[in-house]
């Protein structure tokens, strides 16, 4: 059988892949901090240092586009903004660090300071944040979360800590599954003191929707057009298999 198929099956393959990258793009247009994932093919096979004619394709989300979303003000004195490169450390699910630059941030029945998605946010320590009860929050330029206890009008906001926010400048970052971003080997970023965010606002995907409407096209119709290779693949296969058995 003609290698064409089997390369033509990898680009399938790799059209795939790129459609799944694209909806998922799509689908966090409206995530806050999102960046959307940059999907590119690599050939899998060389020879002699150059790319054979009938290469095996392999396409896979190989990194994230860190450029900066637009920010929004919302008036919400637990929103924030990073400014300049710093991301946002959280507690994943199945602990380690991860890190995002997603901002809308809540407390938590339990009084872990936590993410629009239920990740508890980490503090300079590396332990989530917890709020005592009833305490009245706002962020600081800093990272600081300052409380007040309203039993007590009239007190000074104290610290309760500070978020952990972290410089991926010099550092490898892989983008997980879950959209977060995270070292490879589970390793750590280191902190930056001198990393700033704005309160009562959020930064925005940076995806934009109709480049990537358009990537979703150009991906549908590349996965179709190696389909449709395929079948000639296998129509010049049977009409070789017909010659053969009338010589």
């Known amino acids: 059988m003609d290698r064409l198929i089997y390369t033509a099956l990898t680009g399938m393959d790799s059209a795939m892949n790129r459609q799944r990258a694209v909806a998922n793009n799509l689908a966090n247009a409206s995530t806050p901090g999102f960046?959307?994932?940059?999907?590119?093919?690599?050939?899998?096979?060389?020879?002699?240092?150059?790319?054979?004619?009938?290469?095996?394709?392999?396409?896979?989300?190989?990194?994230?586009?860190?450029a900066k979303g637009n920010i929004n003000t919302t008036g919400q004195p637990l929103d924030i903004a990073v400014q300049g490169e710093a991301l946002i450390a959280y507690q994943a699910p199945g602990g380690g660090e991860v890190y995002s630059r997603r901002g809308d941030l809540q407390v938590a029945s339990t009084g872990v300071l936590e993410n629009g998605e239920g990740l508890p946010v980490l503090g300079e320590s590396g332990a989530p944040v917890t709020v005592p009860a009833g305490?009245?929050?706002?962020?600081g330029e800093d990272g600081s979360i300052l409380g007040t206890d309203p039993s007590e009008?009239?007190?000074?906001?104290?610290?309760?800590?500070?978020?952990?926010?972290?410089?991926?400048?010099?550092?490898?970052?892989?983008?997980?599954?879950?959209?977060?971003?995270?070292?490879?080997?589970?390793?750590?970023?280191?902190?930056?003191?001198?990393?700033?965010?704005?309160?009562?606002?959020?930064?925005?995907?940076?995806?934009q929707t109709a480049s990537t409407l358009v990537d979703m096209i150009e991906a549908q119709r590349a996965f179709e057009q190696r389909a449709k290779i395929i079948q000639t693949a296998g129509q010049l296969d049977e009409a070789s298999a017909r010659l053969m058995g009338m010589s």
């Open 35 to 66: 960046r959307q994932e940059i999907f590119s093919v690599k050939p899998a096979t060389l020879r002699d240092g150059s790319i054979e004619a009938r290469a095996l394709a392999r396409g896979a989300v190989r990194a994230a586009d860190m």
């Open 135 to 139: 305490f009245r929050v706002t962020i």
């Open 153 to 207: 009008p009239g007190a000074q906001a104290q610290v309760i800590d500070r978020i952990k926010l972290v410089s991926p400048e010099g550092s490898t970052l892989l983008k997980g599954i879950d959209s977060f971003l995270q070292v490879p080997g589970g390793g750590a970023l280191p902190g930056d003191p001198t990393a700033r965010v704005t309160a009562g606002a959020l930064e925005q995907s940076n995806v």
